[in-house]
C-alpha cells in the first residue's frame, strides 16, 4: 500500500512538473514569436493562457452549478 | 423565361427529391452520387444573370449568384453528396428524397434574390427536415419531430408577417441589408433566429437533430442552422442584438454538451455553441468578422458532418449512443472511424493545419482589430470550451473510455469500421478539414470581402498552442468531475413543456368545473320552477282545486274593481271626473 502511494505521488509530481515545463515553455515563446498583445491594453505574454484558464474554469464552475440546480430524472417529462 | 426555371439549383434538387423515393435503387444511388457533384459544377458555370418570374404583381428573383450565396450553396452540395453517399447504406428512400428537398430549400435560399422566393424555400426546408428527423426511427423520433415542426413553422409566421410588412409598407422586396426600422426588420430576424437555435429556443436542435437517423442527422447539421446564419449575414450584418444572443448561444452550448450524456446530443449542443460565434461574427459586422463568419460556417459544416458520421457509425454499430452504455476502448474495433473522427475533433478545436484554424483565426484577429476586447474574450473562452464537447470530451467518451457494462465488450471482437462507401464519404469529409487547413489560399478566396489573412505565423501558431494546451490540461484535470451520468438536464423548454401545459390544464380544469357548476346551478333553478309551477297547477295545487260560485263572483268583482281603479289612476279619466262633478254639486 505505501509502495502504491509512493508511485502515486512520483507520477503526481512528475505531472506537476511536465504541466509547469510547459506552461514556461509557451510563455516563453511568446517573448520570441508574438510580434504584439492581441489588443493594446492586455500584456503581450501568456495573455492567451490566462484567458483561457480563467474563462474556461469560470465555464466549468458554472456548468457544475448549473448541473446541480437543473439535472432531474431522465423521465421527468414522460411523468 | 419560364423554361429557365429549370436552370435553378433549388428547384432541381427539390424536384428530384420529390421523385427520388419512387425511383429504382440503381437510379437513386446514380442520383445520390452524381446530381451533387454535376449541380456543383453547373452552378460555377452559370453565367452572372437572373432568372426572374412574375407572380401577383411581384418580380421573383429564383436566382441570383453572390459571392456568399455561391460559397455556402457549394458548400450544402457538397454535404449533400457527403451525406447521401453516408446515407445510401441504410436510409429509407423517403429519407434521401426529404433530405435533397431540404438541400435544394437550403441551396435555393442561398441563390435566390428576393424575400418571397426565400420564404417558400424556408417552408420547403422546414417540412422537409421534419420529415428527415420523423424518419429516425428513434423511441421518441416522432413527438420531437411534432414539436421541431412547431418551433419552425412558428418561426416561419414571424418570417412571414414580417415579409408582409416589408410588401405594405411598400418596401423593396430584394433580398439584402435591411434598415433597422419598422416592425417587419424585427419580424424577420426573430423568424430568422428561430432556425438559427438562438435564445430562448436554442434547445430544439438538441431536442430534434439526435431523434434523427445515423445519416439523417448529418443532412440537418448541415443546412438548417446555416442557412440562418446566410441570410443573417446577407440582411442583418452589424446588428448589435446578434452579439448577446450569441454569446449567450456560445456559453449555452459549452454548458449543456459538459452536462450530457448521450454523444450525438454533445455534438448537437456543439453546434449551437458554434453557431453562436459565428452570430457574434455577424452582429460585430466587420469585412474581417463577416469574411470570418463565412468561413466559419463552412468549416463547420465540413467538420461537423465528420463527426456525427462518425457517431452515426457508432449508432449503427453498437445500438447506442448513450455513454453510459458505450466505450470500452471502442478505437481499437473502428480504427479508420476513430481517424476520422479525431480529425474532425482536431478540426472543431482549431488545431493547427485544420479548417478551423484557419476560420476561427479570422474572427478573433476581426474581433481583435475591432477592439472588442471583452467580446474577444469570450469568444477566445468559447472556441477553447470546444475541447469540452465536440473537440476531446465527445471522441473520449465514444471511443476511449472504459466500457461501463458487458453488452458493449461483447461486440468489441470483431472489426466495427463501415465499409465501401461509407467509409469513403466520412474519409472525404475528414479530408477535405485538413485540405482547408493545409491551403487556406484556396478557402480565403471564396470569401466575400477583400481580406489578406495570413494564420501561419509563429506568433498565432503559439497562441493557439497556448489555447489548446491550457484547455486540453483543464480537461484532462477535470473530466472526472464530467463523468456521464443519467439524467436530464431542464432547458428552456421546460417553459413549452411543462409551466404552459400544466397553466393550460389548470386552466381548463377551472373552466370546466365552472361550467359544470353554472349548469347545476341552471337545471337547479329550473327545477325550482317546475315545483313551483307543479305546486300551483299539479293535480293538488291551489288552482288546480274546485272553487265556490260565490267566490268566484267575489274574486271577479274584487279583480273588475281593482281594474278600474288602476285605469283611473292611470288615465285620470272617468271616476276622476264623475268625483269631480259629485263634490262640485
Not at chain 1, 33 to 57: D, E, K, N, S
Not at chain 2, 150 to 174: P, Q, R
Not at chain 2, 227 to 251: C, D, H, K, N, S
Not at chain 2, 535 to 558: C, D, E, F, K, N
Request: proline fraction near 4%.
Amino acid at each position: 500500500m505505501q509502495v502504491d502511494n509512493q508511485t502515486q505521488a512520483g507520477s503526481k509530481s512528475r505531472c506537476n512538473f511536465i504541466i509547469w515545463a510547459v506552461a514556461l515553455l509557451l510563455v516563453g515563446g511568446d517573448f520570441i514569436l508574438t510580434p504584439h498583445a492581441p489588443l493594446h491594453h492586455l500584456p503581450q505574454f501568456g495573455i492567451y493562457m490566462l484567458v483561457t484558464l480563467a474563462g474556461v474554469g469560470a465555464a466549468l464552475g458554472l456548468t457544475l452549478a448549473l448541473g446541480q440546480l437543473l439535472r432531474r430524472r431522465e423521465d421527468y417529462y414522460a411523468r | 423565361m419560364h423554361a429557365n426555371i429549370l436552370l435553378v439549383p433549388g428547384i432541381i434538387l427539390s424536384g428530384v427529391g420529390l421523385v427520388l423515393g419512387l425511383m429504382p435503387t440503381w437510379l437513386r444511388r446514380a442520383c445520390v452520387a452524381l446530381l451533387p457533384p454535376l449541380l456543383l459544377i453547373h452552378i460555377w458555370t452559370l453565367p452572372h444573370t437572373e432568372i426572374n418570374i412574375l407572380w401577383l404583381e411581384h418580380s421573383l428573383t429564383l436566382l441570383r449568384l453572390s459571392s456568399s450565396g455561391m460559397l455556402f450553396a457549394s458548400v450544402f452540395l457538397v454535404a449533400l453528396w457527403g451525406g447521401g453517399l453516408f446515407a445510401l447504406q441504410d436510409a429509407a428512400p423517403r429519407e434521401l428524397g426529404a433530405a435533397f428537398i431540404y438541400a435544394g430549400g437550403a441551396i435555393g435560399i442561398c441563390l435566390c434574390g428576393d424575400w418571397i422566393t426565400l420564404f417558400c424555400f424556408w417552408e420547403l426546408m422546414a417540412l422537409s427536415s421534419t420529415l428527415i428527423v420523423w424518419c429516425g426511427g428513434q423511441p421518441d423520433s416522432k413527438r420531437a419531430g411534432l414539436r421541431y415542426l412547431l418551433i419552425h413553422l412558428a418561426g416561419g409566421v414571424f418570417l412571414l408577417a414580417g415579409i408582409s410588412a416589408l410588401a405594405v409598407t411598400g418596401t423593396s422586396m430584394e433580398l439584402g441589408p435591411l434598415q433597422a426600422e419598422g416592425y417587419a426588420y424585427w419580424f424577420i430576424l426573430a423568424g430568422i433566429l428561430f432556425n438559427a437555435g438562438a435564445p430562448p429556443f436554442s434547445f430544439w436542435v438538441a431536442d430534434a437533430y439526435p431523434q434523427a437517423s445515423p445519416s439523417g442527422m448529418v443532412f440537418l447539421s448541415a443546412f438548417t442552422t446555416k442557412t440562418a446564419v446566410f441570410v443573417l449575414l446577407a440582411a442583418f450584418a452589424g446588428e448589435a442584438l446578434l452579439i448577446p444572443l450569441g454569446i449567450y448561444m456560445a456559453l449555452y452550448g459549452i454548458v449543456y454538451a459538459l452536462l450530457e450524456h448521450d454523444i450525438r446530443r454533445i455534438l448537437a449542443y456543439s453546434i449551437v455553441n458554434q453557431v453562436g460565434f459565428m452570430l457574434v461574427a455577424v452582429g460585430v459586422g466587420t469585412s474581417a468578422t463577416l469574411n470570418g463568419a463565412h468561413a466559419h460556417a463552412a468549416a463547420h459544416i465540413l467538420y461537423k458532418m465528420t463527426l456525427l458520421m462518425g457517431a452515426g457509425t457508432i449508432l449503427r454499430q453498437m445500438g447506442t449512443t448513450s455513454a453510459l452504455k458505450l466505450g470500452g476502448e471502442l478505437w481499437r474495433r473502428m480504427p479508420k472511424t476513430t481517424i476520422c473522427i479525431l480529425i474532425g475533433a482536431a478540426a472543431s478545436m482549431g488545431v493547427p493545419f485544420t479548417s478551423s484554424f484557419i476560420t476561427k483565426s479570422v474572427v478573433l484577429t476581426g474581433l481583435a482589430d475591432a477592439d472588442l476586447g471583452l467580446i474577444w474574450a469570450l469568444m477566445l473562452v468559447c472556441s477553447a470550451a470546444v475541447v469540452f464537447n465536440a473537440g476531446g470530451r465527445f471522441p473520449w467518451l465514444a471511443l476511449f473510455a472504459p466500457a461501463p457494462d458487458s453488452s458493449a465488450k461483447d461486440k468489441l471482437d470483431s472489426n466495427l469500421d463501415p465499409q465501401g462507401i461509407t467509409l469513403g464519404s466520412m474519409v472525404g469529409t475528414a479530408l477535405l478539414c485538413l485540405v482547408f487547413g493545409w491551403v487556406p489560399g484556396w478557402f480565403y478566396q471564396l470569401l466575400p470581402y477583400p481580406g489578406a489573412y495570413h494564420p501561419y505565423s509563429g506568433g498565432h501558431l503559439l497562441e493557439q498552442v497556448q489555447i489548446l494546451a491550457v484547455a486540453g490540461t483543464m480537461f484532462w484535470l477535470t473530466r472526472r468531475y464530467f463523468y456521464p451520468q443519467r439524467g436530464i438536464t431542464l432547458d428552456t423548454d421546460w417553459v413549452l413543456r411543462v409551466a404552459l401545459l400544466q397553466g393550460w390544464m389548470f386552466f381548463q380544469h377551472h373552466l370546466t368545473s365552472s361550467y359544470f357548476r353554472f349548469t347545476q346551478m341552471e337545471v337547479n333553478s329550473r327545477m325550482r320552477s317546475y315545483m313551483l309551477l307543479f305546486s300551483l297547477h299539479g293535480p293538488r295545487g291551489i288552482l288546480a282545486r274546485s272553487w265556490y260560485t260565490g267566490s268566484i263572483a267575489l274574486w271577479v268583482a274584487l279583480i273588475l274593481a281593482s281594474y278600474i281603479l288602476m285605469y283611473n289612476f292611470s288615465a285620470h279619466a272617468p271616476l276622476n271626473t264623475l268625483l269631480r262633478f259629485l263634490l262640485q254639486s
